[in-house]
């Protein structure tokens, strides 16, 4: 299994970069709750407070590339907003932050502390890896909070497994396909950092994600960046 970045997404996306992690093994008895429960908790402090600093969420220096990046491909912002500017105002709300399962809350606090969009998808759900491309005709979704599968229009930056969809509009919604659920024992983790963040946010959110599996999963692995010059990473043999 490999994860592959098309070519053609650097031309939308300049200098971005993909912070990949594989975590194997994952055991539900040594799973550190408290510990994912305190990074949630301070991920949404960090967030709620990010949210009025500027005015409003799409304001945010993190997130206003994303807005204008994806308004010039054509993605409506009301109708597919982006994964971290959703969460952003939503921890702007104020009270306790949202749970889900560990594995979600885990990326989430990861997302909101350092205002990025990362996701995790099921290794062992995959059928032909993981690819980041152009939506074709063939290709289908079914949303995580739908019972019906629809057709994808050609065109769209998109996560896929062969012709299964698993992410549309590249950060707003994921599908059922590669959910991560309370019996996933192998996970791949990705954070998109566009190339008008720092730099160093990159490294920043690897340490984050490498430390944090370590205290909350009790794994140890490595993350991997990749960019325009390195497109291609294995998943697993």
């Known amino acids: 299994m490999e994860f592959c970045v098309d070519s053609e997404i650097f031309k939308f996306f300049p200098g971005i970069r993909f912070v990949c992690v594989a975590a194997e093994g994952i055991n539900p008895e040594k799973i550190n709750t408290e510990a994912i429960e305190h990074m949630l908790r301070e991920g949404w402090k960090i967030a709620g407070q990010a949210a009025f600093m500027y005015g409003n969420p799409q304001s945010h220096p993190n997130i206003k590339p994303?807005?204008?990046?994806l308004k010039a491909i054509g993605v409506s912002r009301k109708k597919f907003p982006n994964s971290i500017e959703s969460m952003v105002r939503r921890a702007g709300?104020?009270?306790?932050?949202f749970h889900?399962?560990?594995?979600?809350?885990?990326?989430?606090?990861?997302?909101?502390?350092?205002?990025?969009?990362?996701g995790g998808f099921?290794?062992?759900?995959?059928?032909?890896?993981?690819?980041?491309?152009?939506s074709r005709e063939g290709d289908r979704f079914m949303a995580l909070d739908e019972e019906k599968e629809i057709n994808v229009p050609?065109?769209?930056?998109?996560?896929?497994?062969?012709?299964?969809?698993?992410?549309?509009q590249f950060v707003w919604k994921q599908a059922k396909h590669l959910l991560l659920n309370e019996h996933t024992k192998n996970v791949f983790f990705v954070s998109e950092i566009l190339g008008d963040l720092p730099y160093e946010?990159?490294?920043?959110?690897?340490?984050?994600?490498v430390n944090?599996?370590?205290?909350?999963?009790?794994?140890s692995t490595a993350a991997h960046i990749?960019?325009?010059?390195?497109?291609r990473l294995a998943i697993s043999e």
Not at 100 to 118: G, K, R
Not at 161 to 167: A, H, L, P, R
Not at 226 to 231: A, G, I, M, Q, S
Request: charged content about 25%.
């Open 93 to 97: 709300k104020g009270g306790e932050a």
């Open 226 to 231: 990749l960019d325009e010059r390195n497109t």
């Open 100 to 118: 889900i399962i560990p594995l979600v809350d885990f990326y989430n606090s990861i997302a909101l502390s350092h205002i990025v969009p990362a």
């Open 122 to 134: 099921d290794i062992d759900q995959m059928q032909e890896g993981l690819s980041l491309r152009l």
């Open 201 to 209: 946010t990159a490294d920043n959110v690897a340490k984050a994600l």
């Open 66 to 69: 994303w807005v204008a990046r």
């Open 212 to 219: 944090g599996l370590w205290k909350c999963f009790d794994i």
């Open 154 to 168: 050609a065109g769209e930056v998109s996560y896929a497994d062969g012709n299964q969809i698993v992410t549309r």
